[in-house]
C-alpha cells in the first residue's frame, strides 16, 4: 500500500520539497560547469600542452569564484591554439565569454562571439563541430535568467545541430554539451522529463574509456546523475556511478574537489528521499567534511549546503529551530551575492525561515516575523519593478509582463502568506479578510495555469497538479468559513466548485477534449491525426517504460525521444487547432462543475450523495439528496483508536487461515469498520428515514479504495460472525464516482449509448505461452507464470447459457478479437481474465489476453492503450485481479484500470480491489447478471448479488475477502437491457403456437367452405 500523499499543511511532502530545491541546484551546477573547461585527458597540469595547462589553471580559478582571472586565462590559451592553428581557439573564445557574462560585461562578451563567428566563417567551419560554440555562446549572451522566449530560437538551433548536423565522432564531446545546454534550458523552465532527456544523451555521448573520467566526462556525469534524481529514476546503477565517481575526484587533481561535493551532496539526498534518519545523519556528516575541505565560505554552493540541511531538518526531523538556524547561515551569504541564482535560492532560504516562525511547536513562533521572511521571499523572486510593497500584494501573474525567477516557490511563498492569515480567518472570519485570502489563492491560480503550459510531460504534470490541489483546497476552505457564519448557498457552490476542481482532473481534461472536438467541428481528417499521434506517442512511452524496467538503455532512450517528438508535433497541431478554431480554445479552457441545484435535479429521491473533501489535517463531507444539501466536518475524535488504513486493508485482501489469528482479525475489523464509519458515516440512522435506499460516494485520495459497503452501522459485541456483521451494503446500494460533475456528465453520455442487449465476453487461456515473451510482464512475472482461470470458463458458460452475445474462449480471447468488437453496440463488455497491477507505473497495469502468435498485438490490453479506446457499451466489468487498485495520487485517487477505462468513456464500471478468488467470482457474478436481467440497476444487482452470497456463506467463508472486492464505479444507478435466450425461446414457442393455431384455424375454415361448395 502506498504512503498516505497528504501534503503536510506548513511544509511540502519530502519528494515535492527536494524537487523545488533541486531546480536552482541544478541550475548553479550548471552555470558553473557552463564555465568549465573540457579536458580531453586526466592528470596534473606538467601532463598537458601549454594550453592544456592554462586550461587547468583557469579551472583552478572558476573553483574559486574567480572569473574574471580565468576568463584572462582562456583569452591568453585562445591566442595561442590561434598561433598553432589548433580549432579549440574557438572553444576557449567561448570559455572566456562564458567567464565575462556572469561578470556582466556585456559588450566584451559580444565582440569576443562576433570574432569567433567571424573566423568560423573563413575557415569554413560554420556547419562543423567548432561552430556548435558559437550557437551555445549566443544562448548565453540571451540568457538573462528571467525570461525564456528570447532562448527558443537559440534552443531549437542547438537541438538542430545536436540531432542532425553530421558530426564526426571526435566531436561527440561537442554534441554533450550541446545537449548540456539545452538541459540547462528545460531545467530552468522546470521540465524535467524533457532536462533529463537530453542529459541522458549528453552521458550516453561521452560514456567511453576517453571521456567518461575526464573532467568533462564527470562534470556531465554529475548533472546526469541530479537530473535523474529529479526525474524520479534513481537506481542502483546509479548510486553505483556516483559513487565510482567520487572516488575518481578523489584520486584526480584538487580542481575536481568542488564536483566530488556536488556527488557527495546527491547521496545525502538520495538518503533523505528515502527517509532513512541514520543514513541521513552517516551521509550529512560525509557532506560536512566535505564542504568544509572545499567550497568557498562566502559561495552559492556553501549556501545550498546550509539550505540542504534546513530542508532536512525541516521536513524529516521536525525541528524548525535547527532549520532556522541553518537557513538564516544560508541567506546571509546569499544576500551577498547578486545573480538570479543566488536570488533564487534567498528565495529557499528565506520561505524555509518563514515556515519555521509559523510553526506553533517552535519556541520562537511569531506569525509577524513569518510574513516579513515569506515577503522576503518572494521580493527575491520578483523583477524589482513588481516588489511587494505590503504583506502580500503580489503582482497580477495573469499579465504576461509580471514574471519571477522560480514559480514553484514563489507559490510556495504564497501558501506561506496563506497558512500565516487563515487561522485568524478561521478564529474571526471578515469580509476584508475573506477577501484578502480570495485575492491571493486565485492569483496563485493565474500563476500555476501558466505553469501548466510550461508542464509538457507527465513528470512536471503530476508536480502541477499536486500545487493545483493546494489552491483549490485553500479556496474551499475559505468559503467552508464563511458558510459556517452567514450559511450562504453561493459560498456553499463554491466550496462543491473547488472541491471538484482537484477531482479526476486527468479524465476530464480527456473527455472535455473529446467533446472539443466534436463541437467545434474540427476537420475530422485532422482529428484522426492528432488522434494517431497520440496513440504513438503513448506506445513509445509504455515502450519507454518497458525498456527501463529490462535495463535496456539504449532502446529506452531511443523510445524516449520518440516520445518527444510526438510530443512536440502534438501541441504544434493543437495550437493550430487553438487558431483555426477558436471555439475549440474556448471549450478547452472550459471547467465547468455542475453546481448543487444540477447535481440534485440529477438525482433520484432515493439517492444521498456523499461528497468528500479535504479541510486542513482533516475532511468535510457535502452530503446532497433530492431536496436538501448540508454540510459537515469528520470528526476524528476516535482516529487514535483507530489502526491505519493500510493494515485494515491487509486484512481484508489476505485472510488467514490459522483460527487464533482469524479470531483476533475478525475483532479488529469490527472494532475500526466501526470507527471509520462513524467518522465517515455522519447522522446515518436518519437516512432510512428519509426515503434513502442508494448511495452515491465521490471520495478524495484515499478514500477512493475505501470500502464504503464494508462500514459498519452499529457496534458489536465480541465473536460476531461475519455473516451478522450491521454492513453498510445490508441497508444500501453503493456506487462511487471520481468526481460528481464527472458522474452527472457520464449519465448524459451514457443516455446515448445504444443497446443492442448482447454481451461481449473473453475467457483466455494461458497454459500455451510461448517461453519467450514479448513482454516481460511489467508487474510481476512473466506469462507463462499465470495460472488458468477454471473458474472464469464456468463464469463465461453460465452466462452463455441464459444470455444473447459473443463469448470468446481460449486462443480466441485474445487482444485483437477485443479491440475488433468495441465497435459494435454490445450492451455489457464482461472480461474475465488476469488482471497484472503495476503500483509504481500505473501506465503498465495491463488486462492479460490469451497469446495470439502472429498478432501485431502482444495481447497485453495496457492502461495507456485502454484510455486510447473508446467505449460504446452500457457497462464494463472487469472480473479480474485488482482492476480498482493503482497508485494513489491526491487528486486522482488510485490510478486504477478501471479508471483507465472511464477515459475511455465507458459510462459504467464493476471492478475489483484485490485480487479474486476464482469460485465465489463466479457464483456472484451469475446472480449479477440475474439481478441486471430482472431490471435492477447495477448497484442494485451487486448488491442483490453479494449478500445472496453471504446469505449461504459459512463460517469465515463470510469474510469481506470473498464477495466484498467488486465496486461499481460510474453511471451504476441505470439498469442495462439484457437480451435473454430462454425468453427468446419461449417467444418462439408462443408465436409458434399462434402460428400454428392461425394455420389450423385457417385449414379449418378453408375445409368448411369447400364443404358448402360442395
Known amino acids: 500500500m502506498a504512503k498516505k500523499p497528504y501534503l503536510c499543511f506548513r511544509f511540502p511532502n519530502h519528494l515535492q520539497f527536494y524537487k523545488m530545491r533541486l531546480y536552482p541546484i541544478l541550475l548553479s551546477i550548471a552555470l558553473l560547469l557552463s564555465v568549465a573547461p573540457v579536458l580531453s585527458a586526466q592528470g596534473k597540469a606538467t601532463d598537458l600542452s601549454p594550453t592544456g595547462v592554462l586550461e587547468w589553471q583557469a579551472l583552478k580559478e572558476i573553483s574559486k569564484n574567480n572569473f574574471l582571472e580565468a576568463a584572462n586565462l582562456y583569452e591568453k590559451a585562445a591566442a595561442l591554439a590561434k598561433s598553432q592553428n589548433n580549432p579549440l581557439q574557438f572553444y576557449y573564445r567561448h570559455c572566456q565569454a562564458s567567464n565575462l557574462i556572469g561578470l556582466k560585461n556585456k559588450a566584451e562578451v559580444q565582440a569576443i562571439y562576433a570574432q569567433n563567428n567571424t573566423e568560423l566563417a573563413l575557415a569554413g567551419l560554420d556547419q562543423s563541430g567548432w561552430a556548435c560554440f558559437s550557437l551555445m555562446a549566443k544562448y548565453n549572451l540571451q540568457n538573462d535568467f528571467v525570461r525564456s522566449d528570447s532562448l527558443n530560437y537559440y534552443v531549437g538551433k542547438m537541438q538542430t545541430a545536436a540531432e542532425d548536423w553530421d558530426l564526426s565522432p571526435e566531436y561527440n564531446f561537442v554534441r554533450a554539451l550541446l545537449c548540456k545546454s539545452i538541459f540547462y534550458h528545460y531545467s530552468k523552465l522546470q521540465q524535467a522529463e524533457t532536462a ?131 537557513a538564516t547561515k544560508g541567506m546571509a551569504i546569499l544576500e551577498n551575492l547578486n545573480s538570479p541564482l543566488a536570488r533564487t535560492n534567498l528565495g529557499i532560504s528565506s520561505r524555509t525561515i518563514g515556515d519555521a516562525f509559523n510553526n506553533p511547536k517552535n519556541p520562537m513562533y511569531n506569525v509577524a516575523q513569518a510574513k516579513f521572511y515569506y515577503k522576503k521571499s518572494a521580493n527575491a523572486l520578483l523583477n524589482p519593478n513588481y516588489q511587494l510593497k505590503g504583506e502580500n500584494d503580489f503582482p497580477d501573474f495573469s499579465k504576461a509582463e509580471v514574471y519571477c525567477h522560480n514559480e514553484i516557490i514563489m507559490l510556495y511563498s504564497m501558501q506561506g502568506f496563506f497558512n500565516a492569515d487563515f487561522p485568524d480567518y478561521e478564529k474571526n472570519p471578515t469580509l476584508s479578510a475573506k477577501n484578502k485570502l480570495l485575492g491571493l489563492s486565485l492569483n496563485a491560480l493565474s500563476l500555476l495555469e501558466r505553469h501548466r503550459e510550461k508542464a509538457a510531460n507527465e513528470a512536471d504534470l503530476k508536480h502541477w497538479e499536486e500545487l493545483y490541489f493546494k489552491t483549490n483546497k485553500n479556496l474551499g476552505e475559505i468559503h467552508y468559513v464563511w458558510y459556517q457564519k452567514n450559511k450562504s448557498q453561493a459560498d456553499l457552490d463554491q466550496l462543491l466548485h473547488y472541491s471538484e476542481q482537484y477531482k479526476g482532473t486527468k479524465m476530464r481534461r480527456h473527455l472535455n477534449e473529446e467533446r472539443a472536438f466534436v463541437l467545434a467541428k474540427i476537420n475530422p481528417a485532422d482529428v484522426n491525426g492528432y488522434k494517431r499521434l497520440k496513440s504513438e506517442r503513448e506506445d513509445a512511452l509504455l515502450q519507454y517504460h518497458q525498456e527501463t524496467e529490462n535495463g535496456n538503455k539504449e532502446k529506452s532512450s531511443y523510445f524516449l525521444e ?439 384455424f385457417g385449414w379449418w375454415k378453408y375445409r368448411r367452405i369447400n364443404r358448402k361448395a360442395a
Open 196 to 326: 533529463y532527456k537530453y542529459m541522458l544523451q549528453a552521458y550516453n555521448l561521452i560514456n567511453s574509456p576517453e571521456w567518461k573520467f575526464s573532467y568533462v566526462g564527470v562534470e556531465i556525469s554529475q548533472l546526469y546523475i541530479m537530473s535523474a534524481m529529479y526525474a524520479d529514476k534513481t537506481s542502483s546503477e546509479l548510486k553505483k556511478l556516483n559513487n565510482d565517481l567520487i572516488n575518481v575526484c578523489a584520486q584526480n587533481s584538487p580542481q575536481m574537489d568542488v564536483v566530488a561535493a556536488r556527488f557527495v551532496k546527491a547521496n545525502y539526498i538520495q538518503a533523505y528521499i528515502k527517509r532513512d534518519t541514520s543514513e541521513i545523519r552517516r551521509q550529512q556528516q560525509i557532506y560536512t567534511q566535505m564542504v568544509q575541505k572545499v567550497l568557498q565560505p562566502q559561495s552559492l554552493e556553501m549556501a545550498n549546503y546550509y539550505n540542504d540541511l534546513a530542508m532536512v531538518e525541516n521536513t524529516i526531523f521536525k525541528n524548525p529551530l535547527k532549520a532556522w538556524e541553518f
Open 562 to 1000: 520518440v516520445y518527444y517528438t510526438k510530443s512536440k508535433r502534438m501541441g504544434e497541431l493543437q495550437n493550430k487547432f487553438k487558431q483555426d478554431y477558436p471555439l475549440y480554445a474556448k471549450l478547452l479552457a472550459q471547467a465547468k462543475n455542475k453546481t448543487l441545484v444540477e447535481l440534485q435535479q440529477t438525482l433520484t429521491p432515493d439517492m444521498l450523495m456523499l461528497n468528500y473533501f479535504h479541510y486542513k489535517k482533516a475532511d468535510g463531507i457535502l452530503m446532497l439528496s433530492k431536496d436538501s444539501v448540508w454540510v459537515q466536518l469528520r470528526n476524528t475524535s476516535n482516529d487514535t483508536n483507530l489502526i491505519s488504513w493500510s493494515a485494515v486493508a491487509n486484512m481484508l485482501k489476505n485472510p488467514s487461515s490459522e483460527t487464533d489469528i482469524q479470531n483476533t482479525e475478525r475483532a479488529i475489523l469490527a472494532r475500526n469498520l466501526w470507527g471509520i464509519g462513524q467518522t465517515l458515516l455522519p447522522n446515518e440512522a436518519t437516512w432510512q428515514a428519509k426515503g434513502i435506499k442508494r448511495l452515491l460516494i465521490v471520495p478524495h485520495s484515499f478514500l477512493s479504495i475505501l470500502p464504503f459497503e464494508l462500514l459498519l452501522t452499529s457496534e458489536l459485541e465480541n465473536n460476531t460472525p461475519y455473516k451478522e456483521f450491521p454492513f453498510l451494503l445490508k441497508k444500501y446500494a453503493i456506487q462511487y464516482a471520481p468526481s460528481a460533475t464527472l458522474w452527472a456528465e457520464t449519465k448524459q453520455m451514457s443516455a446515448q449509448n445504444v443497446n443492442n442487449g448482447k454481451i461481449l465476453a473473453f475467457a483466455p487461456t494461458y497454459q500455451n505461452a510461448a517461453a519467450t515473451d514479448k513482454r516481460a510482464v511489467l508487474s510481476g512475472g512473466l506469462r507463462e507464470n499465470l495460472s488458468e482461470l477454471k473458474g472464469a470458463v464456468k463464469e463465461l458458460q453460465n452466462l452463455e447459457k441464459y444470455y444473447y452475445g459473443d463469448y470468446l474462449y481460449g486462443e480466441a480471447a485474445n487482444e485483437a478479437g477485443f479491440k475488433d468488437k468495441i465497435n459494435q453496440n454490445y450492451a455489457i463488455y464482461h472480461l474475465a481474465m488476469h488482471g497484472l497491477l503495476n503500483e509504481d507505473k500505473p501506465a503498465l497495469s495491463a488486462l492479460v489476453f490469451s497469446e495470439q502468435k502472429g498478432s501485431a498485438e502482444d495481447d497485453f490490453l495496457t492502461s495507456l492503450e485502454i484510455a486510447q479506446l473508446s467505449f460504446r457499451s452500457q457497462l464494463t466489468v472487469l472480473s479480474a485481479c485488482e482492476t480498482a487498485a493503482g497508485q494513489m495520487q491526491i487528486n486522482e485517487g488510485a490510478l486504477s484500470l478501471a479508471r483507465y477505462f472511464m477515459h475511455g468513456a465507458s459510462p459504467a464500471v464493476v471492478a475489483t480491489r484485490w485480487q479474486v478468488n476464482d469460485a465465489t467470482t463466479a457464483f456472484i457474478m451469475q446472480n449479477f447478471y440475474k439481478g441486471l436481467y430482472e431490471g435492477k440497476a447495477i448497484s442494485e444487482a451487486m448488491r442483490a448479488a453479494q449478500l445472496s452470497y453471504l446469505a449461504q456463506a459459512k463460517g469465515d467463508a463470510a469474510h469481506p475477502f470473498y464477495w466484498a472486492a467488486f465496486m461499481n464505479i460510474g453511471d451504476a444507478d441505470k439498469s442495462v437491457y439484457l437480451a435473454d435466450k430462454n425468453w427468446a425461446m419461449r417467444y418462439l414457442i408462443i408465436f409458434g403456437s399462434v402460428g400454428l393455431s392461425i394455420i389450423g
